[in-house]
């Protein structure tokens, strides 16, 4: 009687494991690019992304996206713009340490996926749709969002920096 039992449990317990997949934290990131005075374009870095990815291309039904990258890792090659960033007038990270999404549905289209979620920062959260690929155990997705819907740098012109934000998620997976 306990072989069976015991059979069918490692079955379950090992089939449920091979659909987790970790972030590859080292060779995740998002890139974030933003106008600047309507000539430059600054562009800038988050890491530190953690969280729980579930993604079978075959069926996504299950699938599962709930990940955050850590707020204080803003990185633009300017360290004094970094701390400014990192501060009360833009991210607030000492209050708001995460920036996190979670998708509620993903569609594919073609050789693409569709995914609808919510964008969380600052304390702010709005929906969003992310186009991304899948290849090799890494989706790349890519979005815009409005920083003023989330606060950010509510203070300073949208000639200094732009309304809108461009985004690419990067989420290298192990199985």
């Known amino acids: 009687m306990r072989t069976p039992f015991l059979t069918v449990f490692l079955f379950l317990l090992f089939s449920s494991l091979a659909q987790a997949q970790q972030i590859d934290a080292e060779k995740s990131k998002v890139i974030f690019e933003i106008g600047n005075f309507k000539i430059n374009t600054v562009e800038g870095t988050f890491n530190g992304m953690h969280g729980k990815v579930k993604f ?57 996926y569709i995914a609808n979620g919510e964008l969380t920062m600052t304390g702010e959260t709005g929906d969003i749709t992310i186009i991304f690929t899948y290849e090799d155990q890494t989706l790349r997705g890519k979005f815009t969002v409005k920083r003023l819907d989330y606060g950010l740098g509510a203070g300073t012109s949208t000639l200094t920096a732009s309304n809108e934000v461009d985004i690419t998620i990067i989420c290298k997976l192990i199985l």
């Open 56 to 112: 079978n291309p075959d069926n996504m039904t299950n699938a599962v996206f709930d990940v955050c990258v850590d707020a204080a890792t803003i990185d633009t090659d300017i360290k004094k713009r970094d701390e400014h960033l990192r501060g009360e007038d833009f991210f607030n990270a000492a209050k708001y340490p995460e920036i996190c999404i979670k998708v509620q549905s993903i569609q594919r289209q073609d050789d693409q």
